[in-house]
């Protein structure tokens, strides 16, 4: 008899599912839904996991988004200096700060979801899937 179906982790990261469980949703809104995209579930609504394990526990969060950050800066910076031969400052700063601005939502977003799937004592368990 085959075996169920196994949620793949790095599929689930991207698309900020719950950890454990892998199919409840870790923010209450889309992305993109500016005035409401910070707004987290308390708990997985499947299988009931408080996604803040402890107190402060996503502080360590702006740290991840830190790095994402800086690592989109050192890219960005490498190709408009590439692609552009070495263009005025305004392109450097045009093509930086407007894509850093316009992923921002994602970076807050993709920052907790790894806190809670790499640095948090949560594994994936098959015993929450949804049937």
């Given at each position: 008899m085959p075996e169920k179906y196994s949620p793949n982790?790095?599929?689930?990261?991207?698309?900020?599912?719950?950890p454990r469980c892998q199919s409840g949703n870790i923010f209450k809104f889309g992305a993109y839904n500016l005035s409401k995209?910070?707004?987290?579930?308390?708990?997985?609504?499947?299988?009931?996991l408080r996604?803040?394990?402890?107190?402060?526990?996503?502080?360590?969060?702006m740290?991840?988004?830190?790095v994402i950050t800086t690592g989109m800066f050192l890219i960005l910076g490498t190709l408009t200096y590439l692609i552009g031969n070495n263009p005025d400052f305004w392109a450097y700063?045009?093509?930086?700060?407007?894509?850093?601005?316009?992923t921002s939502p994602m970076v807050y977003r993709y920052?907790?979801?790894?806190?809670?799937?790499?640095f948090?004592?949560?594994h994936f368990d098959k015993s929450f899937l949804q049937k």
């Open positions: 982790k790095t599929i689930s990261l991207l698309k900020c599912k719950c995209f910070t707004e987290m579930n308390d708990v997985c609504p499947v299988c009931k996604f803040e394990i402890e107190p402060g526990f996503f502080w360590g969060a740290y991840v988004s830190y700063m045009f093509v930086i700060c407007g894509t850093v601005i316009f920052s907790r979801a790894l806190m809670l799937y790499v948090s004592p949560i």
